[in-house]
């Protein structure tokens, strides 16, 4: 039986850091599964200062816990089969690792198509991930069942505590996002539901979002501009944030932290928590800006511009707000 269901969920473009507050928050939990997305997520989480990095199997891997890969979720096999191999050679025990029969196979073609059609156009990660779930719709993809190893198809039930994690985040939900500058899966919270529980089993929607915005791959919301030399600010922040893709390489476009897009993330989600993460990067770049009404506000330091934030975020939400750096644990 299910115990209840915590959820995480980007609130902005990915990168806010899912990966480090999963991480912190397994080992309280007795499975962490994955709904949506597949190879083309990066998650970064560092152990003993040792820096780990997983794609498709949810970070719960580096706590023991049971791992699930949703029914949502697209796999390359030769890419999940690597991911295996890594996480075994850095002693995880990865009999703990389970995919839903019926989650979707990647093939060679989807990833020529991606590649040759959408990557330049649109920006993608090449995963091969949009045609992918294109025959899913379709009704003529490949399930994990017919296309992936017996020993790890999950024949299990949900049961315990159980944490979900998202995978890119609000703003690059199909339905939610900039269209077509989305990714093709649904990333809101409700869809972790397509794992097999009831909306009423969510107890909790914890929010992840960072204290500045990142974009990486195409959005008119991004332009390229923001990547001039002449930034020198932005410039700054990519090289102490370490803004670059954790599974393109590509540099991510910075700007300042559109408090409004953050709130109507927050009241989409239902955000119970909030955690902002990546204060200490401003903090070295001694830098307090962002966007609200219509303008770029400034401040003296981190305190002011968080007193800022927690007052908007709570005058407009229900949430409670805590705020983080990279160092920290949450
Ligand atoms: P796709 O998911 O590879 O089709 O890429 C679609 C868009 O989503 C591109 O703009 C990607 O850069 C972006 N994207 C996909 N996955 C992630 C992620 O995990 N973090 C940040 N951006 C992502
Ligand atoms: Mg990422």
Redesign the pocket.
Known sequence: MIQFVTVVVGLA???EGKGKIVHALSPRYDMVCRWN?GP???HTVYIDGKKFKTHIIPTGIFSGRKCVIGPGCVINVDKFLEEIHYLRSNGFDTSLIKVSPRAHIISESHIRY?NYY?KEK??????G??PCYSDKMMRRGVQAKDGLPKEFLWDGELKGKILCEG???VW?DIDQGNYP????SSTLPYSACSLGFSHKDIHRVIGVAKIYDT?????PLFPESLLDESNEVFNRIIEEGGEY????GRKRKVNWLSLPDLVKAIKLCGVDQLIINKCDVLEKIGCFRLYDAGEMLEFKNMEEMQTYIRSVVEEKTECWIRFSSSKDGI
């Open positions: 473009w990915g990168d997305g083309n997520a990066g991606d959408l649109l920006g993608t990660t090449g995963n991930i949009a995978a890119q985040s690059l500058y989305v990714t093709s974009r990486s791959g195409n959005d893709g954790t599974t393109t």
